[in-house]
């Protein structure tokens, strides 16, 4: 196909950053939407993080894809529609569509347009025979698909990255019940979820020696400065990554390196020395969690394939 795929524009109303902000800063203990990392600089960093050697979740993910895919592709079945809610880089999205017998579409998701056009052109030249119908849409809502030209046997959403670990339980929840509503009852989601294990492997990834991680947190203060004209002081404040054993999870904040100010748009905020301020959460999975994540949006867990270590596993679940 040579002219760009038809763009589907479900009007999502988009995003609050500033509103966000403020509240995140008025709760206590104060917090920051992690959603917001994701600038033009964070995305890059985010794929520094993923070439960094403690950072496992992507090199297992991308070889369970590539390994695995005669497996996964026969339980998906034939003639898929894939769905992808928010359009990554497409490394994943490749492998899959390689795996899966005979894709018919594939619809990223998205309410960046031009996150969602990137994707889709890429997506669009390298697979001729996958019909690309990109979705402009809030994907935490249910999104009605398009229909491809030629019919597909089901939908298959897929979430891959662990990114539903970035989410609240409740949330969690109501993200996979959205996925359940989008893929409709013949459909299956593909999740990549990051397994509990060893709390000093998973410090580790979440703290690099080369200090990626620790630019990537920070680069969320220089973004909201930019773009909400907050006057965060970026060298007075801390990346600190730790495990919440009893919680299974990582969690990210940036701690007050002194008591200190900081002014969004016209509203002035207190930081005591050592406060910290949560950015983010990285959920890790066991069987039971997942199962009952799966449960609580009416779904089931209808199989899964691990690494060799259990350290990342691929579910694929279904109504
Ligand atoms: C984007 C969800 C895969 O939580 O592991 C990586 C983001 N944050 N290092 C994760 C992230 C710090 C990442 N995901």
Redesign the pocket.
Known sequence: MSTAPELTDLHPSTDDIAGDVLRGLASSPKRLP?KY?YDRRGSEL?EA?TRQPE?Y?TRIELALLAERGGEIGAAVGPRAHVVEPGSGSGRKTRLLLEALEDPVAYTPIDISRSALTDSAGRLDREFGEVEVLPVLADFTRPVPLPAPSRPAASALVFFP???L??FTRDESVRLLAAMRATMGEDGAALLGL?LEKDPAILEA??NDAAGV?AE??LNLLRRLNRDVGSDFDLAGFAHR?RYVEEEGR?V?TLESLREQDVTVQGRRFHFAAGEPMQV?Q?QKYTDARIAALAADAGLRVVDGWNDARDWFGLRLLRV
């Open positions: 992690s990392f985010f993080i950072y979740l990255g662990s990114t670990g970035n990051d990834a979440y991680t990537f947190t990554a990582i990210t983010e990285s």
